[in-house]
Nanobody, 115 residues
Framework: QVQLVESGGGLVQPGGSLRLSCAASGSAFNIYTMVWYRQAPGKQRELVAV???????NYADSVKGRFTISRDNAKNTVYLQMNSLKPEDTAVYYC?????????WGQGTQVTVSS
């Protein structure tokens, strides 16, 4: 069993930056593929960024060059550094841990980009 707790969301102006964190409880964090998703009001949840257990990363086209996903296995934490934020990045951001059939979700953290 893994519990995920996101933090770091908030209100930021366009062009600003935020760093989201997702802290995982339990052991064997390093084996999980970690994923950030987001869901804007009235829209489907979409994948934002992925980092595998080996540290390989992948990003949605809409955030490439602006967002960076990373992980610190010693701290059982995955991060999402978000730069050059746009109003269309406004959403609830969710952390997801996947390994085989194991699939865990955090409660989400709100990111609002507005002037």
């Amino acid at each position: 069993q893994v519990q995920l707790v996101e933090s770091g969301g908030g209100l930021v102006q366009p062009g600003g930056s935020l760093r989201l964190s997702c802290a995982a409880s339990g052991s064997a964090f390093n084996i999980y593929t970690m994923v950030w998703y987001r869901q804007a009001p009235g829209k489907q949840r979409e994948l934002v960024a992925v980092i595998t257990s080996l540290g390989r990363t992948n990003y949605a086209d809409s955030v490439k060059g602006r967002f960076t996903i990373s992980r610190d296995n010693a701290k059982n934490t995955v991060y999402l550094q978000m730069n050059s934020l746009k109003p269309e990045d406004t959403a609830v951001y969710y952390c997801n841990a996947v390994y085989g059939i194991s699939d865990y979700w955090g409660q989400g953290t709100q990111v609002t980009v507005s002037s």
